[in-house]
């Protein structure tokens, strides 16, 4: 299968480059210097040259609290940049996975959001993802919205590296407890995305590691596994606390729980607990480090 990936030098982006080709697809990845995705032009252009079966849009704008204040900068890339992949690869009959994220929600329900759930963003990164979900289905007979959510990988800046470093130099943290999800290693999400890829099964899909947790309970299985599995010495001491605490620009989503229900029904495999993601990402983050 010929697979064009955007964002490929981004934390997911180069997880799913390896991953595809890993399984013997002809990849090209676009990072944001190769392929401008606001400009219409060139990435009709690009995309008609490679002539790809699969088009995996990981390029977002993804500075939560910034876009509060560049909003058009947000759009630009996450409604007008996803415009322009859909109709790239609409033109030469590739399918479309859009990557987009729990913060299309409010946050406020009791129970984990179902994939049909209405939609109510409360920032600008969530509303301009929305954006691009709602153009993606307009424009793209053949496409798969894949919500994700607290990504982490071995590449770039995540909650798992700052914990890890925080944790081994601060005599005290305080984390966030009232904020709960599903912690996603790219690894596994970009497993996932091999095997919906290679399917007809479009549409509108949940994809994070199974099970739930707050910010906080995620932090005491960050340095209880690096403790474990790294022999970190963690000398930080961990307090709950509550979102008041530590205001943001931007509102996050108290409850980012998502059920799969489309995962189950169209009889794809379900990603495994977030506990052994989280296990074997740090394995490969202590090798890497070694290396």
């Not at 401008?36 to 032009?41: E, N, P, R, V, Y």
């Not at 129970?111 to 929305?130: A, F, M, V």
């Not at 977030?274 to 480090?289: I, T, V």
Request: hydrophobic share 35%; with cysteine.
């Amino acid at each position: 299968m010929k697979v064009l990936v955007t964002g490929a030098s981004g934390q997911l982006g180069k997880d799913v480059v390896k991953v595809f080709q890993e399984q013997g697809h002809d990849v090209l990845g676009y990072d944001r210097e190769q392929l401008d995705i606001t400009d219409l032009q060139q990435t009709v252009k690009i995309v008609g040259q490679y002539q790809p079966d699969a088009v995996i849009h990981c390029a977002a704008y993804t500075a939560v609290d910034a876009a509060e204040s560049d909003i058009d900068g947000a759009y630009q890339v996450n409604a007008s940049g996803t415009r322009n992949m859909a109709l790239a690869a609409e033109k030469v009959g590739a399918k479309l996975v859009y990557i987009s994220t729990d913060y299309v929600f409010d946050g406020t329900a009791e129970q984990p959001y179902h994939e049909y759930d209405n939609t109510n963003p409360q920032s600008i990164y969530g509303k301009s993802k929305r954006a691009g979900e709602i153009l993606a289905q307009t424009l793209s007979s053949r496409y798969f919205i894949v919500r994700t959510s607290w990504v982490y990988g071995l590449h770039g800046n995540n909650f798992v590296k700052t914990m890890l470093k925080l944790g081994q130099e601060k005599p005290h943290l305080q984390v966030v407890n009232d904020q709960k999800g599903s912690p996603t290693y790219t690894v596994d999400l970009a497993r996932f995305l091999a095997e919906l890829v290679q399917t007809e099964k479009y549409g509108v899909y949940h994809a994070s590691n199974s099970g739930s947790c707050t910010w906080y309970e995620f932090t005491q299985a960050i340095f209880q596994d690096a403790a474990e599995l790294l022999g970190a010495k963690i000398t930080a001491k961990l307090d709950p606390c509550s979102t008041e605490q530590f205001p943001r620009p931007a509102a996050r989503p108290r409850n980012s729980v998502m059920e799969h229900i489309a995962i189950r029904t169209n009889g794809l495999n379900d990603l495994r607990n977030w506990r052994e993601g989280l296990r074997d990402f740090l394995k490969e983050y202590l090798e890497s480090s070694s290396r």
